[in-house]
Nanobody, 120 residues
Framework: QVQLVESGGGLVQAGGSLRLSCAAS????????MGWYRQAPGKKRELVAD???????NVADSVKGRFTISRDNAQSAVYLQMDSLKPEDTAVYYC??????????????WGQGTQVTVSS
């Protein structure tokens, strides 16, 4: 049973930074595609950023230049450095993972989510 565990969420003032981490356990194989989604109250879950082992990376326009995704391929871990945070970044952030070497249309594995709250 693959489990993704997120950490690093919390409360921060606008303009501040947070770093989210996600690590996979219970998988015999590397998760080749990993990423971050978020869901704000009353809104649909949306992609923040993801990346594949082949180097393909997607970053939402709303966070470009402020958020940076990185990964540790050997450990099936993914990170999200969030700088210049805005109140509209407030959401539950979910880690996603998949065995596919290309970014999948739908990820197979999801974490439980970590709350990020940005105060104005």
């Amino acid at each position: 049973q693959v489990q993704l565990v997120e950490s690093g969420g919390g409360l921060v003032q606008a303009g501040g930074s947070l770093r989210l981490s996600c690590a996979a356990s219970g998988s015999y194989f590397r998760l080749n595609s990993m990423g971050w989604y978020r869901q704000a109250p009353g809104k649909k879950r949306e992609l923040v950023a993801d990346c594949s082992i082949t180097g393909t990376t997607n970053v939402a326009d709303s966070v470009k230049g402020r958020f940076t995704i990185s990964r540790d391929n050997a450990q099936s871990a993914v990170y999200l450095q969030m700088d210049s945070l805005k109140p509209e970044d407030t959401a539950v952030y979910y880690c996603a993972g998949d065995y596919s070497t290309e970014i999948p249309a739908e990820y197979a594995f999801w974490g439980q989510g970590t709350q990020v709250t940005v105060s104005s």
